[in-house]
């Protein structure tokens, strides 16, 4: 069963890049049968898809953020990665790292971690 | 771009009802609409893909239905446990984009 992982600084000044990493386990991001991806949840509020990465290398972006954001894999670690330039207190967030299998929805979730943007 | 519009924002309901939560979308998503379930602190839950299948483990008084632009999630008799935020989501097939509706609050009345 896979699992995943986010880890990152929980605190971010405004204006400065957010950087959080998604650990796999239980599954390899090599793998053609997945998406990987990342999601938001400001506090209190509704979910947002923030992008997607494939084993390709291709990458697919809300078009709300597609300017400050860029997700990478490292298949060597079996990790992939988020990075939103620019934050602003509107970035603060719950952000999950997430598996699409088979291209139909997302079924595996990490547990969230919390990005906090303040100075 | 599509939009899912979920109905009612809230819903209040005793252990043992019938729950009928909506998700409409703006354009047609065939049948390629799923439900979550997001308890407090915790990630969301798969609860139903492609409309109508439940996913492993889900118990069997969860059930969606729909197709097109109109969808439902119905919770046949309230546990303790199902109250929570649903959500609908869309999968777009190719280029991969994921658009979710802004949730429905399951509470207790």
């Known amino acids: 069963q896979v699992q995943l992982q986010e880890s990152g600084p929980g605190l971010v000044k405004p204006s400065e890049t957010l950087s959080l990493t998604c650990t796999v386990s239980g599954g390899s991001i090599s793998s053609g049968s997945y998406f990987w991806g990342w999601i938001r949840q400001p506090p209190g509020k509704g979910l947002e898809w923030i992008g997607t990465?494939?084993?390709?290398?291709?990458?697919y972006y809300n078009t709300s953020l597609k300017s400050r954001v860029a997700i990478s894999g490292d298949t060597s670690k079996n990790q992939f990665s988020l990075t939103l330039s620019s934050v602003t207190a509107a970035d603060t967030a719950v952000y999950y790292c997430?598996?699409?299998?088979?291209?139909?929805?997302?079924?595996?979730w990490g547990p969230g971690t919390l990005v906090t943007v303040s100075s | 771009e599509i939009v899912l519009t979920q109905s009612p924002a809230t819903l209040s309901l005793s252990p043992g009802e019938r729950a009928t939560l909506s998700c409409r979308a703006s354009q047609s998503v065939d049948s390629y609409l799923a439900w979550y379930q997001q308890r407090p602190g915790q990630p969301p839950r798969l609860l139903i893909f492609d409309t109508s299948h439940r996913a492993t483990g889900i118990p069997a008084r969860f059930s969606g239905s729909g197709s097109g632009t109109d969808f439902t999630l119905t919770i046949s008799s309230l546990e303790p446990e199902d109250f929570a935020v649903y959500y609908c989501l869309h999968r777009l097939t190719w280029p991969p984009r994921y658009t979710f509706g802004q949730g429905t609050n399951l509470q207790i009345k």
């Open positions: 990465f494939y084993h390709t290398g291709s990458t």
């Open positions: 997430a598996r699409d299998e088979g291209g139909i929805t997302i079924f595996s």
